[in-house]
């Protein structure tokens, strides 16, 4: 049973900081991994997607990594802002059987930067 | 215009009650889907539909289930409501495999 673990839980930064959310997962038999952000009270907004067969992928001041085979994700912000306050959210998609579109989520790590 | 839209955004109702939260997707994606997020934030997968077949987690209780009147909608039906069923529900669509996009969400609280 694949399980996704995201750590750390909370992390707090000040502005202008560079800094590294982890992402680990059971099962490496994945077909891609997304990492997303949720504002409180909103929904989910995707911000990278990594097929199985990438490194990486870059979006703006994002960075995503994918090691598949350690099973582990890292997704790297460089110079945060507070605008960046929000809880990211990482995410496999199974690369077999019948529900391979469907995403296992961590529990998400909320990150909070201080201006 | 919204890419993926529920409605309603809350919905308070009393136990043993049915309800149904509707979605709807422009984007033209095959693919749509229902996640549930509990009192601790923790999103899990509820049911993925296609044209072709529906896939539901087997965690989920039959009194929840997915009606899909055409390609673009697919709305949650839930009976008998429990106070458990309390949670934020987001409905989401892709084409298969790609990136999802997800709807704002509908607050149930049972009561």
Known sequence: KQEVT???????????????????????????????RQDPGKGLTSLLLIQSSQREQTSGRLNASLDKSSGRSTLYIAASQPGDSATYLCAVSRSYGGSQGNLIFGKGTKLSVKP | DT?????????????????????????????????????????????????????INETVPNRFSPKSPDKAHL?????????????????????V??????GAGTRLSVL
Not at chain 2, 9 to 19: A, E, H, I, P, S
Not at chain 2, 77 to 95: K, M, P, R, T
């Open chain 1, 6 to 36: 995201q750590i750390p839980a909370a992390l707090s930064v000040p502005e202008g900081e560079n800094l590294v959310l982890n992402c680990s997962f059971t099962d490496s038999a994945i077909y891609n991994l997304q990492w997303f």
């Open chain 2, 3 to 55: 890419a993926v839209s529920q409605t309603p955004k809350y919905l308070v109702t009393q136990m043993g009650n049915d309800k149904s939260i509707k979605c709807e997707q422009n984007l033209g994606h095959d693919t749509m889907y229902w996640y549930k997020q509990d009192s601790k934030k923790f999103l899990k997968i509820m049911f993925s539909y296609n044209n072709k077949e529906l896939i």
């Open chain 2, 75 to 95: 709305n949650l039906h839930i009976n008998s409501l429990e106070l458990g069923d309390s949670a934020v529900y987001f409905c989401a669509s892709s084409q």
């Open chain 2, 97 to 102: 495999r790609r990136i999802q996009y997800f």
